[in-house]
C-alpha cells in the first residue's frame, strides 16, 4: 500500500457515479466513473479519453500483442458530478444529516447522491 502523498483527493466523485468531462480531447462526453485514483486524484470515465495501447504479444503470460483501446485517466478537476435529481454538471456539496450521517448534495438542488 502507497502512503499518499497528500490528502486523497477526488472532490466528492466516486465510483459509479455519473461525471461530464469539461475539458481535454473527450470534452462533453459524459459517463460512469469506472475507477477512481485517489493518490493521483484523477478518474477513468466510460468511453472517455480512450487511450491505444500498443501492446507486445508474451505468450508467457498469454498476452495476444496488438493494439488495445481502454479509458485512459482523467484528473478530477477536468471531470464534474453529473446530478441525478437536475441533469446538470455539478459540485457535491457535503450536508451532515440529523442522525450524523454525511451525505453528499447537489449545490443547485439539493438532491442527495446516493452514497
Ligand atoms: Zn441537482
Known sequence: MREPKEK???HGIRHGDTVKVMAGRSKGKSGKVLSVNLWKSTVTVEHANIIKRHTRPNPSKNIKGGILEREGPIHVSN??????????HTRAGHTTLPDGAKVRTCRRCDTTFES
Open 79 to 88: 471531470v464534474m458530478l453529473v446530478c441525478p435529481g437536475c441533469g446538470k
Open 8 to 10: 486523497p483527493a477526488a
